[in-house]
């Protein structure tokens, strides 16, 4: 298992992300439901909750390469929001590098704060930062040139 988020706002729903897709429960984890149809790649790390609605979730799908020795994203770095199985999968990339940006994000390298809408931050091996203020609409970059990004976490103070 490469993430597991529960969702405060309702008992018993968790999302989960690891070498085989995307999945979440609403039973504490008795059964998983598999959400990852309709992303480019079922592999990633990085997920992330809106806290203000419990059918939605982010997350960067990475490529794998040579048995998982080598994860990065496919050349366009991209966030994907899914918003519960009627809504499906959603590239929200406004902002975020389109080409020759083969990056990776590990597991604790995205957060969103409880804001509405919520915020997001990304963090990549290769030393950016990336923040959304809309829910992942649009996005900016927060920090570039730093050492590898291998956490982020976001509060609301």
């Excluded at 992330?48 to 366009?76: I, M, Q």
């Excluded at 957060?111 to 990336?130: A, E, I, N, R």
């Excluded at 992942?136 to 982020?152: D, E, H, I, T």
């Amino acid at each position: 298992m490469h993430k597991l988020i529960l969702h405060p706002a309702v008992p018993g729903r968790a999302y989960q992300q690891n070498h085989v897709g995307v999945f979440r429960t609403d039973d504490h984890g008795e059964t998983w439901n598999s959400i990852e149809m309709g992303l480019p790649t079922d592999y990633g790390f990085g997920l992330a909750l809106d806290w203000n609605d419990p059918d939605t979730c982010f997350t960067v799908p990475l490529e794998k390469k040579n048995n998982y020795a080598y994860r990065a994203t496919s050349g366009a770095f991209r966030v994907f929001r899914w918003n519960g199985p009627r809504g499906g999968w959603k590239s929200m990339s406004k902002g975020l590098p389109a080409s020759g940006a083969y990056l990776n994000v590990l597991r604790e390298g995205m957060s969103s704060d409880s804001l509405d809408p919520c915020g997001l931050y990304v963090g990549t091996g290769t030393g950016q930062v990336f923040n959304s203020a809309d829910a992942g609409r649009s996005w900016k970059a927060l920090a570039s040139y730093l050492p590898p990004v291998l956490s982020v976490s976001a509060a609301v103070v």
